[in-house]
């Protein structure tokens, strides 16, 4: 890209960051010790802009960035949030490379088959161009009234054809287990449990499970007893309280305890702050960063 443009974001993301009314200025604003990824529209008070709102959230304090879309912004801006990350040491969390697309992977059809390949396809270009290696991957719908431990093994096929695309490139598929529905009906993995199924049915470096401790909240699953079960498939983590799917310390789950225990486990990797902010403004910005100093002290 045009490195004088650039330069140009970077000097009016730093100014915006940098005013008195972006954010107090006794927030502390140290470097976070773990990977907590905001993504775009979360950090209220943030400035317009691509590139400038990832220089605020560095300005806070934050190390990663996290953007389900963008798998589908231009080629240009891509670049752009590339060579910001790498310039200012940000590790870029997931994007979505496949939502399933409806379609239900133990019997899929050649057609159905090759819309799904035709999303690692994309994945793998949006990679090379972001650099990025972790994407989030929802395998497809279920049939209620068939065996689900049948059908999640059956979808392993589909899913190494998948592999066979994207892990040349160093791409790791998270599979990641919804508490809501998606296109086509309910999704065929609901909990860890269900993404550790697949994952070790899959057998491959370049599937394994995303680990959201919201969706595993929501459901009613305890959530360390249950990421310990099945944490030898994990490679990826989210945070989002419940009920609400607002900011940590917003609802009932213990983050402090969860963060503890990833520590424990030696777990280095992003956390996607895949939420919404339980206030607005100057308030909803201090809250949320209020929420995160305290699980990461």
């Keep these: 890209m045009n490195r004088r443009h650039f330069s140009k974001l970077l000097v009016a993301g730093a100014s915006a960051a940098a005013a008195p009314s972006a954010f107090s200025k006794d927030m502390n604003t140290t470097p976070f010790k773990s990977l907590f990824a905001p993504h775009p529209g979360l950090l209220p008070t943030a400035p317009r802009g691509y590139v400038k709102g990832m220089e605020f959230a560095y300005e806070l304090g934050f190390r990663a960035w996290e953007d389900n ?37 133990a019997t899929a059809n050649e057609e159905e088959q090759e819309s799904i390949l035709n999303d690692m396809r994309l994945g793998v270009e949006t990679a090379k161009r972001t650099g990025q290696t972790h994407m989030t991957m929802v395998p497809g719908i279920r049939k209620g009234d068939e065996d689900l431990d049948k059908q999640i093994a059956a979808s392993a096929d589909l899913m190494k054809r998948c592999c066979d695309i994207v892990e040349e490139h160093g791409i790791i598929m998270v599979l990641e287990p919804l508490s809501h529905g998606i296109k086509g009906g309910a999704p065929i ?22 680990a ?86």
């Excluded at 993995?189 to 995303?210: H, I, P, Q, T, Y």
């Excluded at 213990?254 to 956390?271: C, E, F, H, M, N």
């Design 69 to 105: 879309g963008l798998i589908k912004r231009s080629a240009k801006l891509q670049e752009e949030v590339a060579t910001f990350a790498k310039e200012k040491g940000i590790t870029l969390g997931v994007t979505v490379i496949s939502g399933g697309n409806g379609v239900h992977f």
């Design 189 to 210: 993995l609901r909990s860890f449990e269900d993404g550790f199924k697949l994952c070790e049915a899959v057998n491959r470096k370049s599937c394994k499970l995303l």
């Design 212 to 297: 959201d401790f919201y969706h595993e909240g929501q459901i009613g699953n305890d959530l360390i007893p249950n990421a310990e079960k099945t944490w030898s498939q994990a490679a990826y983590v989210q945070y989002g309280d419940v009920p609400g799917r607002k900011e940590p310390g917003s609802g009932k789950l213990d983050y402090v305890a969860v963060t503890k225990w990833l520590r424990d486990k030696g777990y280095q990797g992003v956390i996607g702050m895949e939420h919404g902010v339980s206030a607005k403004g100057k308030e909803g910005l201090e809250k949320l960063m209020a929420a995160y100093r305290k699980i990461d002290a």
